[in-house]
């Protein structure tokens, strides 16, 4: 995970498949304010093809995408209020 940012909570998905992984990850967001970040461990392919797009649609600001030496990624997101 970045040094960058104040990391408020992580989640660590890589033992669930889509579209559960966006699923947990929505979970984790809501119980964050606004403006909080939270970090997430996820596997190559789907989830890191899907998580971050969806995040994005739903109002929330992907901060980093990085590589692990294990093929795995470290996400970063910080939680956006929906705009009407």
């Known amino acids: 995970m970045s040094e960058a940012w ?4 992580t989640i660590d998905i890589t033992d669930v498949v ?3 992984t966006f ?3 929505k979970m ?3 119980d964050l304010d606004d403006g909080q970040i939270l970090g997430v461990h996820l596997n190559e392919g789907e989830p890191i093809q899907n998580v ?4 994005k649609d739903e109002g ?3 901060l980093s995408v990085s590589q692990a030496a ?12 929906r705009e009407l």
């Open 60 to 62: 929330h600001k992907v």
């Open 28 to 30: 984790a967001l809501e």
């Open 6 to 9: 104040k990391i408020d909570d």
């Open 52 to 55: 971050p797009r969806s995040l």
């Open 70 to 81: 294990d093929g795995t990624y470290d996400l970063v997101v910080q939680k956006g209020g």
């Open 18 to 20: 889509c579209p559960i």
């Open 23 to 25: 699923v947990k990850v």
